[in-house]
């Protein structure tokens, strides 16, 4: 069975940084695209970010393109995800993701990481 795990969360103030980190495992993972997706208190869950397994393509969200950035290693099918610029309004819970035919569409998910931003 395929399962993500995602790792980094925590609680920092406003202006710091995170890397949060999911890796997939299980026999048979084959995906096509990991990304990132984040549900902040009493709002929907909100796309971040997203990236082809290859690392030759990218999808990201407008509002936090600036400050975010997605990265992979295929070889330990791992994802990234590099927050930089923290603010309060970051606060959600994060849920990795992983797509097995399209950058836009995902159909295994994570458990979730908390990240706490403090102002």
């Known amino acids: 069975q395929v399962q993500l795990v995602e790792s980094g969360g925590g609680l920092v103030q406003a202006g710091g940084s995170l890397r949060l980190s999911c890796a997939a495992s299980?026999?048979?993972?084959?995906?096509?695209?990991m990304g990132w997706f984040r549900r902040a208190p009493g709002k929907e869950r909100e796309f971040v970010s997203a990236?082809?397994?290859?690392?030759?393509?990218?999808n990201e969200a407008d509002s936090t393109r600036d400050r975010f950035t997605i990265s992979i290693d295929n070889a330990k099918n791992t994802v990234y995800l590099q927050m930089n610029s923290l603010k309060p309004d970051d606060t959600a819970v994060y849920y990795c993701?992983?797509?097995?035919?399209?950058?836009?569409?995902?159909?295994?998910w994570g458990q979730g990481t908390q990240v706490t931003v403090s102002s």
């Open positions: 993701a992983a797509g097995t035919w399209s950058l836009y569409e995902f159909n295994i």
């Open positions: 299980g026999d048979g993972f084959s995906a096509y695209s």
């Open positions: 990236i082809t397994l290859t690392g030759d393509a990218r």
